[in-house]
C-alpha cells in the first residue's frame, strides 16, 4: 500500500471511460491501492494531461467510436511515452490489435478483475521505468542486452549471433520493451507488407527464444500474448 500522506506525491493515472459508474468505482479502487486518480469522459479533454511527469499511466475504455479511441492514442503518442492500457467490454481481437497498433501497451476485457488491474498497472510502471531507462539505443531484459545502434545483442555478456531476420524481429520488440507488438506488425517488419501467414512468425520466434537461453535454463525473455502478438519482458521469467 503506498502512503496517502501527500495525495500530490503519489503516482497519478489517468483514466478515460465514459461510463461514469464503472470510472468512479475503478478509481476508487485504484485510490485505496495508494494512486492518485484523474477520471474523464471525454477524450479529447485527457491527452493533454499525459504531458505531466506525474502521469504513471492511461487506462482507455475502448467503448467510444474508432476513430475517437485509435486518435486519441495516437496523439498521446506524438508526446509521450507513457504506458497506456486499454479496456475494452468484448474479446474482440481486431479491437485489442488495432489498439496495440495505434500506440497502446497492454490490454484488459471487462469486466475487470480489479487483483489484475492493479497487477497490470504495477507491470506498466515497471516498463515504463524500464524505458525511459534504455536511452532508446540500448535496450536491457535481465541478462539480455540489445544495442539498436551497434546492432549488438549479447546474453549474459556473451555476442549472440542472430540472422538477419531474427534481429529484426529482436529489435522492433526491444523498441516496444513490455508492450505487446501484434503478430501483423511482427510479419510486416520480418518478410515484407505483403506477410499474411503466422506460421512464419511461429517457427521463427521459437527459434528465437531458443538462441535466447543458449544454456537451456528456461528464462523467457519472450512472452506470447494469444491471437495477438508477442512482448519483449522488461523482467524475464522462468518457464
Not at 489484475?116 to 506498466?124: C, G, K, S, T
Not at 516496444?176 to 506488425?185: I, S, T
Not at 521463427?204 to 535466447?212: C, E, G, I, N, S
Request: charged share 25%; proline share 5%; hydrophobic share 40%.
Amino acid at each position: 500500500m503506498r502512503s496517502a500522506t501527500n495525495p500530490r506525491a503519489r503516482p497519478c493515472l489517468v483514466v478515460i471511460d465514459e461510463d461514469r459508474q464503472f470510472a468512479r468505482v475503478l478509481c476508487a479502487t485504484l485510490e485505496a491501492a495508494g494512486y492518485r486518480c484523474v477520471s474523464y469522459q471525454r477524450y479529447s479533454e485527457s491527452a493533454l494531461q499525459v504531458e505531466q511527469p506525474a502521469v504513471q499511466a492511461v487506462l482507455l475504455d475502448l467503448a467510444a467510436p474508432e476513430l475517437d479511441r485509435l486518435a486519441v492514442i495516437a496523439r498521446i503518442r506524438t508526446t509521450s511515452e507513457v504506458p497506456i492500457l486499454v479496456m475494452t467490454a468484448g474479446d474482440s481481437e481486431l479491437d485489442k490489435v488495432s489498439a496495440l497498433d495505434a500506440g497502446a501497451d497492454d490490454y484488459l476485457t471487462k469486466p475487470v478483475a480489479f487483483g489484475e488491474l492493479l497487477a497490470r498497472v504495477r507491470v506498466a510502471e515497471r516498463h515504463g521505468q524500464a524505458r525511459s531507462c534504455s536511452g532508446g539505443e540500448r535496450v536491457v531484459s535481465g541478462e539480455l542486452s540489445v544495442d539498436l545502434a551497434r546492432r549488438e545483442v549479447r546474453v549474459c555478456g556473451l555476442s549472440l549471433s542472430l540472422t538477419p531476420t531474427d534481429y529484426k524481429l529482436l529489435a522492433l520488440l526491444a523498441r516496444n520493451l513490455g508492450r505487446v507488438v501484434p503478430r501483423e506488425q511482427l510479419l510486416r517488419e520480418g518478410w515484407g507488407p505483403q506477410a499474411r501467414d503466422p506460421h512464419y512468425l511461429r517457427v521463427y520466434m521459437a527459434r528465437l527464444r531458443r538462441k535466447l537461453d543458449p544454456r537451456r535454463t528456461g528464462i523467457r525473455f519472450i512472452r506470447t500474448e494469444p491471437r495477438i502478438g508477442y512482448r519483449l519482458l522488461a523482467t524475464p521469467t522462468i518457464s
